[in-house]
């Protein structure tokens, strides 16, 4: 089994269904390209308790565990904090990261507020946030980062270049005008021939028609070909179309 | 402390960011609204251990649980029998629910593969799906809904028909040019002012420039004005002006 990460959302915005989440699928994207796919996300209220248990059960049980949200200048930013707290490290200013916000706001700017966000777990490296300034960082597998969505992205880049790429995993998508149920027996049977080739099966409403994508992902390419070519034989049998394909590992 | 809910998640594709998950968002609204907040959110591979785990963490600490994802007919779909085993029930065909299929499909279209989905945990209760035949179902606290936002939604209605509402959140939100930081203290003094009003502060862009929304929820609507009026009042003092202003308690 190659490395998996994982994500903690903290967020009562997204809890209410006041915030769209799009870091779940951003970062998802990403390390499943990096080969290192997330395996599982918790989003969780601004509750001290919650956070430090979905971190701490989160960086035992996975390689890596991203954070995103609650690292702004007011009361209800808590995840540094609750970070320190996980691994039972002492919270304070950090050194680093004051000089980091003191050159972006300069010494008149910088208000107590601001300072605020330099204070992290002791022995923290930070990762640059070229969008707005205030650093986020990591502490051994645990990467927090801000929870609006151009300043993550930004901080990601330099997150994804801090970790060991994984077997890239390669998929194929192939979209048709059957019913699921109708390809359910035949893609059963083809999953069953393949170990290493994870497929999966998504109805969709299109034009108010129930159809199904099936995604195939796989490390190995030879096998990932033969496997698709067997979906899209199974698709014909059936008697359907093919209604758009998207393949990262073309057939010959 | 009201009622809360909690949902699971099943779905590799959200995971991978092939999908976008909707469903949290919408259900996070409905059950605000409903006085019945969402207050946690695990999102878990297709792997049985996995959704077991979900469900028993959450069925336990929470007063209701939704899950969405997995319940059609092909392979992959293993959520029914997870909550079976979660709830140490059997597992087998649902007569209620096979007549259901058997209604929508007739019995030639009614494959083996469609028949599945009328596997359930023994003694569930069925929640009606009008937009496409296959029901989802409850057992005690757990509410099993199908992954495709349109069923889903439809599904919800029933769902939240028979769960007893609680008190209404009702929420103000002030958005100002002002940024995060110029706010924070002040916001922190509100927030210590009022117990039960819940202050958020979500720093987004707006045509390049951070900008802050202030979000203040409370069951309490004559606290929810004074506290929001105070809001008001401290971006006047910060030199800030009011963008825009969604009051579900307008001011008097």
Known sequence: MGQKSSLVIIGNEILSGRTQ????????????????????????????????????AFRQEYDYVFT???????????????????????????EE??????EYYGPEELTDARATMADMPEGASLI??????????????????????RIMQAMLENVVADIRPGETI??????????ESIMAEGLGEVQKQYDNVDIGSYPSFRGGILNVSVV?????????KTATQDVLDLVGDRGGEVLSEVFQVPLD
Not at 21 to 38: R, S
Not at 69 to 89: E, Q, R
Not at 97 to 102: E, I, M, R, T
Not at 216 to 224: G, H, I, M, N
Request: glycine share 8%; net charge negative; charged share 20%.
């Open 170 to 179: 390669k998929s194929n998508t192939i979209s048709c005008n059957l019913q």
């Open 216 to 224: 195939l992902r796989s490390v190995d390419e030879a096998v990932l």
């Open 68 to 94: 995103t949200g609650g690292i702004g200048p007011t009361h209800d930013d808590i995840t540094s904090s609750c970070v320190a707290k996980a691994f039972d490290l002492p919270f304070g200013r950090h």
């Open 21 to 56: 989440d799009k870091n779940t699928a951003w970062i998802g994207e990403k390390m499943a390209a990096h080969g290192v796919p997330l395996a599982e996300v918790r989003v969780v209220p601004d509750i001290e308790d919650k956070v430090i248990e979905a971190v701490n």
């Open 97 to 102: 990261a004051y000089q980091v916000l003191l």
């Open 128 to 149: 640059p946030n070229p969008v707005s300034g205030a650093p986020g960082f990591r502490v051994e597998n645990v990467f927090v980062m801000a929870g609006v969505p």
